[in-house]
């Protein structure tokens, strides 16, 4: 028993980070019928600002802050405006396939300016465990897990609760009604990819103590964000929380339990049998298209 709540914990915690990827998967489809591709290498990339940014001197904090910043402008303004504006006019295939090669581009690039080596990455607490119920959890585990709950319960109420949040969720709902609205459809989508930004630098900060910070990082994160994306449904952001979750603990519970020979290949039995039966996610909802 002691050991199934140690890895429960530990599942929680790395699906925690895998719905806060996954959810910017869905907020960038909903708004822009964005899908990206590079969303592995978005997570990667925060880590190495604030490496950077602590090779230069700064302490920790101001080093994270400056990391989220940069994410938020990199990865949220520029990334729009540059790539996505430009490519979303020739269809959704296109852009797809830009940002297949900009998750190349920033993975190759990563590598050979910065390091190829695994880089240490400092942690948010000490090395600490935490016992109960017979069981030891690492205190990281549940501070990745609290602060991405913060962070989910934070956007919850952005979303819900506040007037901007109504107006994004129109937005993504129908667009031509919003701007008839009079709701400013362009700047709202603009909102999503700065919360985008926000949510993969999130996940950087609390991946990177455990993988270490290196350039392959985005391969197999963005994979396991854009699969539990699919299992909760694309469209729901509860989808992608959901999904996220259920990948991160089923993952470590089938590597001690069953096999860790193919702990890799459980995503994509999940993945195959919701297709199967659910094509649209766990919580997504169907979606009729004029053909």
Not at 64 to 81: D, N, P, R, T
Not at 144 to 150: G, M
Not at 163 to 180: D, E, F, K, W, Y
Not at 206 to 231: Q, R, V, W
Request: aromatic share 10%; charged share 10%; with cysteine.
């Amino acid at each position: 028993m002691s050991s199934f709540i140690q890895l429960l914990v530990s599942g929680l915690a790395t699906g925690a980070i895998y719905a806060l990827i996954a959810i910017g998967f869905t907020l960038l489809w909903q708004t822009s019928q964005t899908i990206n591709f590079a969303q592995g290498e978005f997570v990667m990339l925060p880590a190495f600002f604030v490496l950077a940014a602590m090779n230069m001197g700064a302490p920790y904090w101001l080093a994270a802050l400056i990391g989220i910043a940069l994410a938020v402008l990199i990865l949220g303004v520029l990334f729009k405006a540059i790539i996505v504006d430009p490519m979303i006019k020739h269809g959704v295939l296109p852009l797809v396939i830009t940002t297949i090669a900009l998750s190349l581009f920033l993975k190759e690039s990563v590598k050979d300016f910065y390091s190829s080596q695994a880089q240490p990455f400092p942690a948010l607490v000490a090395p600490r465990d935490l016992h109960f119920f017979g069981a030891v959890v690492s205190l990281q585990s549940v501070v990745v897990l609290a602060v991405a709950v913060v962070t989910v319960i934070a956007l919850h109420l952005l979303l819900n609760k506040t007037r901007l949040g109504r107006c994004m969720q129109a937005t993504a709902q129908n667009p031509t009604v919003a701007r008839i609205l009079g709701i400013p459809v362009g700047r709202m989508v603009l909102y999503t990819f700065l919360i985008n930004g926000a949510l993969v630098a999130i996940a950087s900060l609390l991946i990177s103590p455990i993988y270490l910070a290196k350039f392959t990082n985005g391969e197999a994160l963005g994979m396991a964000a854009f699969i539990a994306a699919i299992i909760g449904g694309f469209n729901q952001v509860r989808g992608a929380i959901l999904g996220g979750i259920i990948l991160g603990v089923l993952d470590n519970l089938s590597a001690a339990y069953l096999s860790s020979a193919y702990r890799g290949a459980f995503p994509l039995v999940i993945l195959i049998a919701v297709i199967l039966f659910r094509p649209q996610g766990l919580l997504g909802r169907a979606e009729e298209r004029a053909v």
